[in-house]
């Protein structure tokens, strides 16, 4: 089993940014990697970023050049900094551990950008 926590969500106006954690705990061992994905109502579950074991990065296309990944494995933590933000990054992004036998997700925080 794999816990995984999100903090950072909050209000902020376009322009802005911030910046996401997602710490991560229980069977460590078997996580191949960390990401973020997103989530408005009515809508699917979407890639943001994700960063493997082997620090490889991938981003969706609406974040490309705005959102960077990171991860400090000494703290089993995740970080999603995003600047420039937009009114349509408005969502609940949610934290996610790609690990065998099964992915994990955390319960999400709320990230909202106003015009």
Do not use: H
């Not at 979407?46 to 960077?68: H, M, P, Q």
């Amino acid at each position: 089993q794999v816990q995984l926590v999100e903090s950072g969500g909050g209000l902020v106006q376009a322009g802005g940014s911030l910046r996401l954690s997602c710490v991560a705990s229980g069977s460590i061992f078997s996580i191949n990697g960390l990401g973020w994905y997103r989530q408005t109502p009515g809508k699917r579950r979407e890639l943001v970023a994700t960063i493997s074991n082997g620090g490889n990065i991938d981003y969706g296309d609406s974040v490309k050049g705005r959102f960077t990944i990171s991860r400090d494995n000494t703290k089993n933590t995740v970080y999603l900094q995003m600047n420039s933000l937009k009114p349509e990054d408005t969502a609940l992004y949610f934290c996610t551990a790609m690990a065998i036998p099964m992915d994990y997700w955390g319960k999400g925080t709320l990230v909202a950008v106003s015009s």
